[in-house]
């Protein structure tokens, strides 16, 4: 991304389409006319007051959510905005605003001949249809993604489009339309675009562990066994870790030192077979995936793991450990686990 650019991308879902939107330069047709404006929700407090005396007791506090506001000028005037050609059906995985050069350009001599008015009107369109988000708002827990490139860096919201106001004016006959939109976040953190994976294995001498879409392969000098990892966390305010443990193994057991928490699942997971842990806050999900199905097994956290918004990572070093009961019938085989994260900041 270049700087000044923002993106909005969400997935496809149930026929309907996602989105991957890049606007806020003037070479999209879709400008911001003044920095996006930022604002955070009030902190949910949790203050009481002292019977009988003055003053109040602090309780505990709880940070909401940031919304995003943009002031965006739809401008037609001299060329198309929106350069999807020919019209999808918008099914089968397509994601509006998502286009290669080639289509872009068969969008664009196509509509030359358009008044500039349709095209301010083809773009005002196009950007409604992703901030309606009908893929995400069938069902809950679905999210979209904000990004902002500004200084050489991008980071990213996590929540949904809401608000959308178009100002019709005179100004729409010449091919320009101001509209106002609103991105509500999940939470107030700002996370690194680039996610950052941890691993750790316990495998038979000469063999390297494999990760989705690569299997485990002779690799000779590669280290059999690595059952700890330190790694660190580089934003400023804790961020949430994805857990995903592959077997074979039973009760597997991850624990964060020095001090943080230790997370353990009580069932056996089949060679082939992983459980992700999500504790996300717009996930907060335990997943055991076979196969092509995934089914819930959040009951199989024992007693002693945190619940899952206590699963959070804060800023700093960390050492990961795993420990495991063998359920292979193989004499070396054993899981392989990663974890991933993205760094959290206060800001972009």
């Not at 106002?180 to 999940?186: E, G, H, I, R, S």
């Amino acid at each position: 991304m270049k700087n000044g650019e923002w993106y909005l991308g969400y997935y496809a879902y149930d026929n309907l389409p996602g989105a991957a939107l890049t606007f806020g330069r003037e070479a999209s047709g879709m400008y911001c006319l003044k920095k996006p404006d930022t604002t955070f929700g009030e902190a949910d407090v949790g203050d009481a007051p002292m019977p009988g005396e003055d003053g109040i007791r602090l309780g505990r506090d709880y940070q909401r959510t940031a919304t995003v506001t943009f002031e965006i000028g739809v401008d037609g005037v001299d060329r198309a905005i929106d350069r999807h050609y020919p019209m999808r059906p918008w099914g089968q995985g397509a994601r509006v605003g998502e286009w290669d050069d080639i289509e872009a350009f068969r969008a664009i001599v196509a509509k030359r001949d358009e008044s500039p008015e349709l095209r301010s009107a083809d773009g005002v369109d196009l950007m409604r249809q992703v901030w309606r988000a009908d893929a995400l708002r069938k069902k809950a827990s679905r999210v979209a993604w904000l990004l902002h490139a500004t200084g050489g860096r991008t980071r990213r919201l996590y929540g949904r489009p809401r608000k959308f106001a178009v100002s019709d004016s005179q100004l729409s006959q010449q091919g320009y339309t101001p509209v106002v939109a609103d991105f509500l976040a999940v939470d107030d953190r700002f996370y690194d675009d680039v996610e950052q994976t941890a691993e750790m294995w316990d495998y038979a001498p000469g063999n390297r562990p494999g990760r989705p879409g690569r299997p485990t392969l002779p690799g000779w000098g590669s280290a059999p066994s690595k059952k700890t990892v330190t790694f660190q966390q580089r934003g400023k305010v804790p961020t949430f870790p994805v857990i995903t443990i592959h077997g074979p193994c039973k009760n597997p057991k991850v624990t964060l030192t020095p001090g943080l928490w230790a997370v353990q699942l009580s069932m056996p997971i089949a060679q082939d077979e992983y459980v992700t842990i999500d504790p996300r806050p717009w996930m907060r999900t335990v997943l055991h995936t076979a196969g092509s199905s995934s089914k819930s097994v959040a009951d199989k956290l024992t007693r002693a793991s945190p619940r899952l918004a206590e699963m959070y990572l804060p800023p700093g070093y960390w050492t990961a450990a795993l420990a495991y009961t063998s359920a292979s019938t193989g004499r070396f085989d054993g899981p392989r686990v990663e974890i991933k994260w993205r760094n959290a900041f206060a800001w972009w």
